[in-house]
């Protein structure tokens, strides 16, 4: 897990809205400096992560064992991968013995197993509508880019294989775990929309066509993940009901879960114009005031905000889901830093 002080953890959201918001001086410099216009992405500004990864909050790796028969590993996110197959030897266990080699050598052969060195890590990054906003640095979507290309590349560090679903309202794509680099620049040439269709890039991801949404890119998740494997799911959450949450407890049994929440300012507290006293005209326009303080669409809001965010936190904390929060209107480095995994 992290270490656990405040520079290995992602930054709360109170203390995101406790801290100044940036000048439109210093928003226009970072995204110079990013590359970014703040509402698309491309490839150039994600592979700038490659220097500055996002730590996931993983286990430490143990090392790799051989071992005879078919045991679950305890460690999860450890399968057992077949290693070779060998003539039996006293202790072995009888449930790995290999009929058929056994058969046609007519001596007793039994399979071994090898302990997996790798962890696969599962990005799903929803782009869909309500992603494609932003008030103040960047779309949400943009974050979310930028959020999958630092865990991404901290996979690849880590050595283990990095996959994803990058998905829309209308179709999805489908990154399988891949080692090195290889899987990574897949994930963010679709994060991008760089992809080419052409070559290994088709083989190495599925397009569907039709109603995307949360709900069908968790079930597909339950589909193709192997046990163990390392699940962020990376979105506004705007979608996540009943439905949504049962299927992410369901992943948490076999699979460890993180959902990576981004957000908007606006989306939690009106702008400061609509917090003041309102002048209201007529049709007859005759002038009158009304007080912020009894502007019921502003107090509505907050509360409603308000109640929906802390629904979703308590859920996911009740279904044991690592949540962490990320403000679109700032760096995510200025919010993610580093940490040393143990």
Not at 32 to 45: D, I, P, R, Y
Not at 244 to 263: K, P, Y
Request: some cysteine.
């Amino acid at each position: 897990m992290l270490k656990n002080d405040a520079m290995d953890n992602p930054v709360s959201a109170a203390a995101q809205e406790s801290r100044e918001p940036m000048t439109a001086h210093e928003r226009s410099a970072w995204l110079e400096k990013a590359h970014s216009n703040g509402h698309s992405v491309t490839l150039t500004e994600l592979l700038a992560y490659r220097q500055q990864p996002l730590r996931l909050p993983l286990p430490k790796r143990a090392g790799v064992t051989v071992q005879s028969g078919q045991r679950l590993s305890k460690t999860r996110g450890r399968g057992m991968e077949f290693d070779e197959v060998r003539h039996y030897q006293a202790g072995d266990d009888i449930r790995a013995i290999d009929w058929r080699v056994t058969a046609r050598t007519g001596k007793t052969h039994t399979k071994l197993y090898r302990e997996e060195k790798e962890r696969p890590v599962y990005l799903c990054v929803d782009l869909s509508k309500s992603m494609q906003f932003g008030s103040q640095l960047l779309f949400k979507s943009v974050q979310a880019a930028h959020v999958a290309a630092g865990l991404a590349w901290h996979t690849v560090q880590r050595g283990d294989r990095i996959g994803g679903l990058i998905f829309n309202d209308s179709e999805h794509h489908e990154i399988k775990p891949q080692g090195r680099q290889h899987g990574a620049l897949l994930l963010l040439r679709h994060c991008a929309g760089e992809t080419e269709s052409r070559g290994n890039v088709v083989d190495s991801n599925k397009r569907m066509l039709g109603s995307q949404t949360l709900l069908t890119q968790l079930r597909r998740l339950q589909q193709i993940c192997r046990p163990g494997t390392d699940i962020v799911i990376i979105s506004d959450f705007f979608q996540c009901q009943d439905a949504e949450l049962q299927l992410m407890r369901a992943l948490r049994r076999h699979h460890s879960v993180t959902a990576v929440q981004i957000f908007d300012p606006f989306e939690r507290q009106l702008p400061p114009e609509f917090r003041q006293d309102i002048d209201i005209i007529n049709a007859a326009h005759e002038r009158s005031q009304l007080s912020a303080s009894q502007n019921r669409v502003h107090l509505n809001w907050l509360e409603s905000a308000s109640a929906r965010q802390q629904q979703l936190t308590t859920q996911l904390r009740r279904a044991g889901i690592a949540h962490v929060e990320i403000s679109a209107a700032e760096p995510v480095q200025q919010q993610w830093f580093l940490g040393r995994v143990r």
